[in-house]
């Protein structure tokens, strides 16, 4: 089940953001999804809508890819994307959600999801590597929150503009199960799951996840053995003569979301429904660490020029620019 994090974060980019309809000004120049501002939730490559935004260089460049082992030892490896000053090094990985769910504990990174009662439904965490990666292999030690029906846990690749996307995933109510998928263009072929049984509880202990994507084939390993293999050659459409198989450069990515009480009675059924909610009830997901290899045909040094976003706050207050329709755009004020 392909995971769509735009769709959760709507109403936190709506409170929070200048509303625009096609372009932006120099002071809010980045576009996504309808609104305009300056800082990395909407200036991040992969987020950042470069046809709408401002000009061609207003959306960050892709960072590139790195070797590196994170072992959230340190607060600074995931911080309120909002903070991001748009160096990879110092921040490997950003919370993309208002309220942040996301946090170091004990060593781990810690995804949680509380239950939102407007919405009557559960408020998750996504935590976006700062890193691209475009072939390569990652390793991911993860405890799953599938304690209870309902709750997804996610460990993504993908690329938000393109649609390309390789995945495993865990659904509460089959905990000693993890779900391995691939995406091209945002097709949305589901029949292309693959369930592996990991033989234990998935919520109880930690176990290790790879990745291994190379320009001719997609590897998924579970606690070091293969447990499937997709070759590109096998992925060619003959009505198109393309081959359906996740090319674009990506984010590694983990999230924990509420499948059971989504509203998509496809999803709630393969998540499992409802989602036990209660009082002072939450689901958390935890990740140990996350060791990425770059492809050979990638270097290992990282760009850190990213982009310093503007503050709106120093200096003189910029002027109004007017936008199509008569709205006005001003950065948002911090």
Excluded at 10 to 23: H, K, M, N, W
Excluded at 69 to 74: K, M, N, R
Excluded at 111 to 133: C, E, P, R, V
Excluded at 282 to 288: A, E, L, N, P
Aim: one cysteine or more.
């Amino acid at each position: 089940m392909k995971f769509n994090s735009l769709l959760l974060a709507a109403t936190a980019l709506a409170a929070s953001a200048v509303q625009a309809q096609s372009t932006c000004n120099e002071w809010s120049p980045c576009f996504r999804e309808g609104y305009c501002d300056s800082d990395a939730m909407f200036c991040l490559w992969g987020l950042c809508d470069e046809a709408k935004s401002f000009n061609s260089t207003s959306c960050w460049k892709p960072e590139g890819c790195a070797s590196q082992l994170v072992t959230f030892d340190s607060s600074a490896d995931v911080i309120p994307i909002r903070t991001y000053s748009g160096n990879p090094n110092v921040n490997p990985y950003l919370s993309i959600f208002e309220p942040d769910n996301a946090s170091i504990v004990d060593g781990a990174l810690k995804l949680q999801m509380n239950y939102q009662a407007a919405q009557n439904k559960g408020f998750g965490a996504t935590a976006d590597a700062s890193h691209t990666i475009q072939y390569g292999r990652v390793t991911a030690r993860v405890k799953t929150a599938s304690v209870a029906p309902g709750v997804v846990s996610s460990f993504i690749i993908r690329n938000d503009q393109t649609g390309d996307e390789i995945d495993f995933e865990w659904v509460g109510k089959d905990p000693s199960q993890v779900q391995t998928n691939y995406y091209f263009n945002d097709i949305l072929d589901y029949t292309k799951m693959v369930a592996y049984n990991v033989g234990a509880d998935t919520s109880k202990d930690y176990h290790d996840y790879t990745i291994d994507w190379s320009e001719n084939s997609i590897q998924w390993l579970v606690d070091g053995k293969v447990i499937r293999v997709v070759n590109k050659a096998d992925t060619l459409d003959a009505a198109t003569g393309k081959y359906l198989f996740p090319t674009s450069e990506a984010r590694v990515a983990f999230s924990i979301w509420d499948g059971g009480n989504s509203g998509a009675q496809g999803t709630a059924e393969w998540a499992g429904y409802p989602t036990p909610w209660g009082n002072g009830v939450s689901y958390q997901m935890f990740v140990d660490s996350v060791d990425v290899k770059c492809s050979g045909d990638q270097g290992t040094q990282t760009s850190t020029d990213a982009g310093e976003p503007s503050n709106p706050t120093s200096g003189p207050e910029p002027p109004v620019s007017n936008l199509p329709g008569g709205q006005k755009c001003r950065p948002r004020p911090y």
